[in-house]
């Protein structure tokens, strides 16, 4: 397993943007696929971004595709998310997650690494 922190949360107003970041530790982490999900309090995670290990194939949750793009930079094992056109509707707590398994980063699985996550807060 990797270990994850994510940054970059905090209050914005709507139609503002955001960027959150994921450092990793571990040198297999380069060859992860990895992802960010999102949690409202009493709520399932929702599967919100998905990126290969070489960054050539993204994957988004229909609410966030259009506004949000997940990249990688492996040389500093970091994955980000830059959050446009911000709404209410997207705040929560933002998790990143990775494993060797792009399928399971998808179905939001449990057993994949997860960070601690990062509180975003969208004000109309």
């Known amino acids: 397993q990797v270990q994850l922190v994510e940054s970059g949360g905090g209050l914005v107003q709507a139609a503002g943007s955001l960027r959150l970041s994921c450092a990793a530790s571990?040198?297999?982490?380069?060859?992860?696929?990895a992802g960010w999900f999102r949690q409202v309090a009493g709520q399932e995670r929702e599967f919100v971004a998905a990126?290969?290990?070489?960054?050539?194939?993204?994957k988004y949750g229909g609410s966030v595709k259009g506004r949000f793009t997940i990249s990688r930079d492996n040389a500093k094992n970091t994955v980000y998310l830059q959050m446009n056109s911000l709404k209410p509707g997207d705040t929560a707590v933002y998790y990143c997650?990775?494993?060797?398994?792009?399928?399971?980063?998808?179905?939001?699985?449990?057993?994949?690494?997860w960070g601690q996550g990062t509180q975003v807060t969208v004000s109309s």
């Open positions: 997650a990775a494993d060797e398994d792009y399928f399971k980063i998808v179905t939001v699985n449990t057993e994949v690494s």
């Open positions: 990126i290969d290990w070489s960054g050539g194939r993204q």
């Open positions: 571990g040198r297999t982490f380069s060859s992860y696929p």
